[in-house]
Nanobody, 120 residues
């Protein structure tokens, strides 16, 4: 499955954005999908993930209560609703697929990222 992230942009602190991860070329509904981000000069970090059927979600502590992940298997798309954005959320956001959403090393099929910039 090929993944493509979109929806990034430049926003002010406190604003909202919704990222999309669109899939093609595979059985999208078989995979858990995760969102990761990489800020300039920092390592890539886990943000959120959703199980194959949307029944289980996972969040990093830094985004819990502000971000919400969801998926629409009929549209082959996973969404990341980001609210109350902070400057520290600035990063390139990537989505990736996995059969084991709790094992970060097993994410694969990384899509091209989308840049989110939050100004103070």
């Amino acid at each position: 499955v090929q993944l493509q992230a979109s929806g990034g942009g430049l926003v002010q602190a406190g604003s909202s954005l919704r990222l999309s991860c669109a899939a093609s070329g595979g059985t999208f509904s078989s995979y858990a999908i995760g969102w990761f981000r990489q800020a300039p000069g920092k390592e890539r970090e886990f943000v959120s993930a959703v199980s194959w059927n949307g029944g289980t979600t996972y969040y990093a502590d830094s985004v819990k209560g502000r971000f919400a992940i969801s998926r629409n298997n009929a549209k082959n798309t996973v969404y990341l609703q980001m609210n109350s954005l902070k400057p520290e959320d600035t990063a390139v956001y990537y989505c990736a697929a996995s059969f084991n959403p709790e094992i970060l090393a097993e994410y694969h099929n990384w899509g091209q990222g989308t840049l989110v910039t939050v100004s103070s």
